[in-house]
C-alpha cells in the first residue's frame, strides 16, 4: 500500500518568510496530491491540490510542486502570515483502486510576529 | 447549509461502554470515512466505505464497528475492545475514489473516563 512521509514535524518562520513542507510517498501509481490545513480544534480543509499531469501550481502565496520521479511533492508557503500558523498534511491516494487516503503525519507551522 | 456534519462534538463515555458517534453528509457523496486523530499524529484510516451497504477496514479497525445503511450516513461505533479510544475522531467523504477532495466534519472528541 501507499506510504506517505512528511518533513518536517515543527517549523517556525518569521513572518513574511517562506515555508516549506515535503513529503514523499511509495506508490508510483497516485495521481492526485492534496494539502490540507488544520487550524487547532478544527476540521482539516483543503487548501491546494496537484494532479500527476502536472509539475507545479500556484494559488496566491502558496504552491504546490510535485516530482513524480523522485515521488515527491512540496508545499510552498510565500510572505507567511501568523494566520497561517496551523497543522497541515499531506495525502496521496492508495489501496485497491485508490479507495482511500494516506495522510501524512502533519507539520505543525508556527509563524512568528 | 451543505457540507458534513459529526456530532457530538464532545463525548465522555466510561470504561467498558460501547459508543456511537454520528456522521451525516449531504453532499451526495458516495465515499465515507472515519479518521482518528492522535497528538503529533497524522490521520489513521478507521473503516472508509465507497458505496451503501459496502464498507472495508482501514489500517486500525480493531475496536471499531460501522454500517452504511444509508448514503449519507456513516455512523461509527467505539466498542468496549477498544483499548485506547480516547482520540479526536475525523470523519470525511468524497465524491469516489480518492483523487478528489475530501471533505471532513467538525471532529468528535472522546474521551474515556
Known amino acids: 500500500g501507499e506510504n506517505v512521509e512528511q518533513h518536517p514535524s515543527t517549523l517556525s518562520v518569521q513572518e513574511g518568510d517562506s515555508a516549506v513542507i515535503k513529503c514523499t510517498y511509495s506508490?508510483?501509481?497516485?495521481?492526485?496530491f492534496p494539502w490540507y490545513k488544520q487550524e487547532l480544534g478544527k476540521r482539516p480543509q483543503l487548501i491546494i491540490d496537484i494532479r500527476s499531469n502536472v509539475g507545479e501550481k500556484k494559488d496566491q502565496r502558496i504552491a504546490v510542486t510535485l516530482n513524480k520521479t523522485a515521488k515527491h511533492f512540496s508545499l510552498h508557503i510565500t510572505e507567511t502570515q501568523p494566520e497561517d500558523s496551523a497543522v497541515y498534511f499531506c495525502?496521496?491516494?492508495?489501496?485497491?483502486?485508490?479507495?482511500?487516503?494516506?495522510f501524512g503525519s502533519g507539520t505543525k507551522l508556527n509563524v512568528k510576529p | 447549509d451543505g457540507g458534513i456534519t459529526q456530532s457530538p462534538k464532545y463525548l465522555f463515555r466510561k470504561e467498558g461502554q460501547n459508543v456511537t458517534l454520528s456522521c451525516e453528509q449531504n453532499l451526495n457523496h458516495d465515499a465515507m470515512y472515519w479518521y482518528r486523530q492522535d497528538p503529533g499524529q497524522g490521520l489513521r484510516l478507521i473503516y472508509y466505505?465507497?458505496?451503501?451497504?459496502?464498507?472495508q477496514k482501514g489500517d486500525i479497525a480493531e475496536g471499531y464497528s460501522v454500517s452504511r445503511e444509508k448514503k449519507e450516513s456513516f455512523p461509527l461505533t467505539v466498542t468496549s475492545a477498544q483499548k485506547n479510544p480516547t482520540a479526536f475522531y475525523l470523519c470525511?467523504?468524497?465524491?469516489?475514489?480518492?483523487?478528489?477532495?475530501?471533505?471532513f466534519g467538525q471532529g468528535t472528541r472522546l474521551t474515556v473516563v
Open positions: 506508490d508510483s501509481a497516485s495521481n492526485y
Open positions: 470525511a467523504s468524497s465524491e469516489g475514489q480518492s483523487n478528489t477532495e475530501a471533505f
Open positions: 495525502a496521496a491516494p492508495g489501496g485497491y483502486n485508490f479507495n482511500k487516503f494516506y
Open positions: 466505505s465507497q458505496i451503501v451497504n459496502d464498507f
